[in-house]
C-alpha cells in the first residue's frame, strides 16, 4: 500500500527552528509537496521537491532524498503565524497525490 | 497568480436535501480540477478528479451517484452532495492545475458542510 508518515504534532518556541519530518512509500514518485494549512482553511502550497538536495525559500527550506523515501520541511526564525498544520504529499507513478495526516506545529512565545 | 474561488465557504442543510458547491478559476484555465475531503485531524482524501467536457473520475469507495461533479467549463467545476445525511458533514476543497504545470498548487478556500 501507500503510505506517507509524519509526526502528529510538534512544538517549538517563537523565533527558533523547527524540522518536520515526511517519510513515504508510493508507487512510482513523481515529486513531493508541503503545504501549510491553518484551521478551517484550504491548503496553501510551500514547496516542491523532485530532485534530491535543499531547496530553499526565505524561512522555509525543504529537502528531499528519494532514495530513503524522506523529506523534511525546516522552518526557521519561527513566528507565532507559522502555527498551523503542515501536509506532506507525494505525486505517485499515476500523477496522482498521497496525502500525510499533517503535522500540527504549536508556536510558543 | 492564479486563483481558485470556491464558494459557499459554509451551509448548512436540512438531511435529505442536496447542497451544491461551486469551484472556479479566476484568471486561468483549469483542465483538471479535483475534489477532495477532509475529516479533522485527518489527511486529505481525494473523491473525485474533475475533467472538463468528460465525465469524472471517481475514486473506490466514493458513491458517484451521491457526489455528483460536473465539470461543464475551463473554469468551473461543481459537486452536489445528493440527499445529504449527517455523515455527509466535513470540510470539502477543491484544487486545480494549471495546464502544463506539474504541481498541484492552487486551493479553493473550502467548503464547511454540516447537515443537520
Known amino acids: 500500500g501507500q503510505n506517507i508518515d509524519q509526526p502528529t504534532e510538534m512544538t517549538a518556541t517563537e523565533g527558533a527552528i523547527v524540522q518536520i519530518n515526511c517519510t513515504y512509500q508510493?508507487?512510482?514518485?513523481?515529486?513531493l509537496f508541503w503545504y501549510q494549512q491553518h484551521a478551517g482553511e484550504a491548503p496553501t502550497f510551500l514547496s516542491y521537491?523532485?530532485l534530491d538536495g535543499l531547496e530553499e525559500k526565505g524561512r522555509f527550506s525543504s529537502f528531499l532524498s528519494r532514495s530513503k523515501g524522506y523529506s523534511y520541511l525546516l522552518l526557521k526564525e519561527l513566528q507565532m503565524k507559522d502555527s498551523a498544520s503542515y501536509l506532506c504529499?507525494?505525486?505517485?507513478?499515476?500523477?496522482?497525490?498521497?496525502w500525510g495526516a499533517g503535522t500540527k506545529l504549536i508556536i510558543k512565545p | 497568480g492564479a486563483v481558485v474561488s470556491q464558494h459557499p465557504s459554509r451551509v448548512i442543510c436540512k438531511s435529505g436535501t442536496s447542497v451544491k458547491i461551486e469551484c472556479r478559476s479566476l484568471?486561468?484555465?483549469?483542465?483538471?480540477m479535483f475534489w477532495y475531503r477532509q475529516f479533522p485531524k485527518k489527511s486529505l482524501m481525494l473523491m473525485a478528479t474533475?475533467?472538463?467536457?468528460?465525465?469524472?473520475?471517481?475514486e473506490q469507495g466514493v458513491e458517484k451517484d451521491k457526489f455528483l461533479i460536473n465539470h461543464a467549463s475551463l473554469t468551473l467545476s461543481t459537486l452536489t452532495v445528493t440527499s445529504a445525511h449527517p455523515e455527509d458533514s466535513s470540510f470539502y476543497i477543491c484544487?486545480?492545475?494549471?495546464?502544463?504545470?506539474?504541481?498541484?498548487?492552487?486551493f479553493g478556500q473550502g467548503t464547511r458542510l454540516t447537515v443537520v
Open positions: 474533475s475533467n472538463e467536457g468528460s465525465k469524472a473520475t471517481y
Open positions: 508510493t508507487s512510482g514518485f513523481n515529486g
Open positions: 521537491n523532485v
Open positions: 504529499a507525494v505525486k505517485d507513478s499515476n500523477y496522482q497525490l498521497i
Open positions: 484568471d486561468f484555465q483549469a483542465t483538471t
Open positions: 484544487s486545480a492545475r494549471v495546464g502544463g504545470q506539474v504541481t498541484e498548487a492552487f
